[in-house]
């Protein structure tokens, strides 16, 4: 089964967060993608960014050095403060599982899309995609040997050829919002909302 594959009832939709690493050198900027396997049930073969599924322990944790009010104040949207903080933990859990690769305690994140998967999926999320300054991770950021091995061929991927990867839709236009970002890595002056937890999908806007 794929995530392409039509089901008769729609599948429950679970919080997840997605975390977006965007590193300068020289004129380029990258980004940290890694391929999921071909079996993977959900999106297999595709590139993506480190994150997955908001877990029970990522309430526990302290992130309130993560993110300025800005942030906070727009994952709070339509949610309690607590998931917020959540969605914070989840991102720094899944980027070191994945990638095995740590967030200095203050690195403050960015609060830049989100998603809701479309019905009809084998599984469905309420991503949270956030972005963070790569000069921001302890120790050497080529570094994956602590990895897990959920995602293969991890890489800085400068962001036009990233563009020529196996994407998800999604994936595609969140690197599309990427690119319309400055250098100096900020708060949007909105966050797209791709809203389909509905039968019919909704563009929307976090202010």
């Not at 991503?127 to 991770?137: M, P, S, T």
């Not at 900020?186 to 999908?201: K, L, Q």
């Amino acid at each position: 089964m794929t995530d392409s594959i039509h089901l008769e009832t729609p599948m429950p939709v679970r919080d997840a967060a997605t975390l977006i690493f965007l590193r300068q050198q020289g004129d380029e900027r990258r980004v940290l993608m890694g391929q999921r396997g071909r079996s993977a049930v959900f999106m297999p073969g595709k590139f993506v960014f480190p994150g997955g599924g908001v877990d029970p322990q990522d309430y526990e944790m302290d992130t309130l050095k993560s993110a300025g009010d800005t942030c906070l104040r727009r994952l709070e949207y339509e949610a309690s403060s607590d998931l917020a903080m959540a969605v914070l933990a989840a991102a720094r859990r899944e980027v070191l599982e994945e990638t095995g690769l740590a967030l200095q305690e203050t690195a403050q994140m960015h609060f830049i899309f989100r998603a809701v998967t479309p019905p009809k999926r084998t599984r469905r999320f309420d991503a949270r995609f956030l972005v963070c300054d790569a000069n921001k991770i302890e120790g050497n950021p080529d570094d994956f040997s602590r990895a897990e091995d959920e995602l293969s061929h991890l890489q800085w991927v400068s962001l036009d050829r990233a563009m020529l990867l196996d994407l998800p839709f999604v994936t595609r236009i969140v690197l599309g919002e990427v690119q319309a970002m400055s250098a100096q890595i900020s708060a949007p002056e909105a966050v797209p909302f791709y809203d389909h937890r509905g039968p019919i999908g909704r563009i929307r806007s976090i202010r």
